[in-house]
């Protein structure tokens, strides 16, 4: 059974950083594209950052470019999202998601594989 695990938000100050982990088990984490996507109140998921399954290749949102930082270390099955510099309007809940292959679509649809979330939230 493939699960994913988030950890890491918190209630932080604007311009602080925090970095979030994604736990993964029941699958063989190196053939997955993994990737972290947002939720907040009112607004529909949006994709923040995914990254290859070697590692080697990353992608952002416009929104989080120079801010956010996505890696993987494939022999501790887990991922990682370093946000620094957070904002008022980075306030979500953050979702890791999983999908096999390289597909590289960013779509929240066309991950199959989610986590329950971590609730981030960045007051002024």
């Known amino acids: 059974q493939v699960q994913l695990v988030e950890s890491g938000g918190g209630l932080v100050q604007a311009g602080d950083s925090l970095r979030l982990s994604c736990a993964a088990s029941g699958l063989t984490f190196s053939s997955y594209t993994m990737g972290w996507f947002r939720q907040a109140p009112g607004k529909e998921r949006e994709f923040v950052a995914a990254?290859?399954?070697?590692?080697?290749?990353?992608n952002y949102a416009d929104s989080v470019k120079g801010r956010f930082t996505i890696s993987r270390d494939n022999a501790k099955n887990t991922m990682y999202l370093q946000v620094s510099t957070l904002k008022p309007d980075d306030t979500a809940v953050y979702f890791c998601?999983?999908?096999?292959?390289?597909?590289?679509?960013?779509?929240?649809?066309?991950?199959?594989?989610w986590g329950q979330g971590t609730q981030v939230t960045v007051a002024s």
């Open positions: 990254v290859s399954r070697n590692g080697g290749d990353t």
């Open positions: 998601a999983a999908r096999f292959g390289d597909d590289a679509r960013i779509q929240p649809y066309t991950w199959p594989r």
